[in-house]
């Protein structure tokens, strides 16, 4: 773009996109009221670009993801006033995305079922759960 009479360099354009493009560059009209352009991001009321925001856009726009929503208060756990290592462990509970053998064995990991830390039957979700809440509880 020629910053002193707000047109095109047609020239530059043409070299370095597509005709395509280049036709559709040249023919986006200029306001010449416009003194200084300023990046805005239309996901965010403030205009200013957040990690998060590009994020939830990706995941709402781009990528079908329907899949993995799951109902539950979410944002409760990130209101927890625990470490994060705590709110990582319940988010994983309630998602139930922990890699237990039982989990494993299910997704073709062929390991034995029965729990590394007590040796019971099954190493599934509850008897984790009750694992680390044991430890937690009693230091064991």
Same mark, same amino acid.
């Given at each position: 773009?020629?910053?002193?009479?707000?047109?095109?360099?047609?020239?530059?354009?043409?070299?370095?996109?597509?005709?395509?493009?280049?036709?559709?560059?040249?023919?986006?009209?200029?306001?010449?009221?416009?003194?200084?352009?300023?990046?805005?991001?239309?996901?965010?009321?403030?205009? $200013?670009? *957040?990690?998060?925001?590009?994020?939830?856009? !990706?995941? @709402?726009?781009?990528?079908?993801?329907?899949? %993995?929503?799951?109902?539950?208060?979410?944002?409760?756990?990130?209101?927890?006033?625990?470490?994060?290592?705590?709110?990582?462990?319940?988010?994983?509970?309630?998602?139930?995305?922990?890699?237990? $053998?039982? *989990?494993?064995?299910?997704?073709?990991?062929? !390991?034995? @079922?029965?729990?590394?830390?007590?040796?019971? %039957?099954?190493?599934?979700?509850?008897?984790?759960?009750?694992?680390?809440?044991?430890?937690?509880?009693?230091?064991?």
């Amino acid at each position: 773009m020629n910053l002193y009479d707000k047109s095109w360099n047609e020239q530059v354009i043409r070299k370095v996109f597509s005709v395509d493009i280049a036709d559709k560059i040249l023919h986006t009209p200029l306001i010449h009221q416009v003194e200084e352009d300023r990046i805005i991001w239309k996901e965010e009321r403030n205009d $200013r670009y *957040s990690v998060s925001s590009a994020y939830r856009l !990706c995941v @709402t726009e781009l990528i079908d993801s329907s899949c %993995n929503w799951r109902p539950g208060y979410w944002s409760g756990i990130r209101k927890l006033k625990v470490p994060p290592k705590v709110k990582n462990i319940v988010w994983r509970l309630c998602r139930g995305c922990l890699p237990m $053998r039982v *989990s494993l064995l299910d997704k073709g990991v062929v !390991c034995p @079922t029965n729990c590394a830390n007590c040796d019971s %039957n099954n190493e599934d979700l509850m008897h984790v759960f009750f694992i680390v809440l044991l430890q937690f509880r009693f230091g064991t």
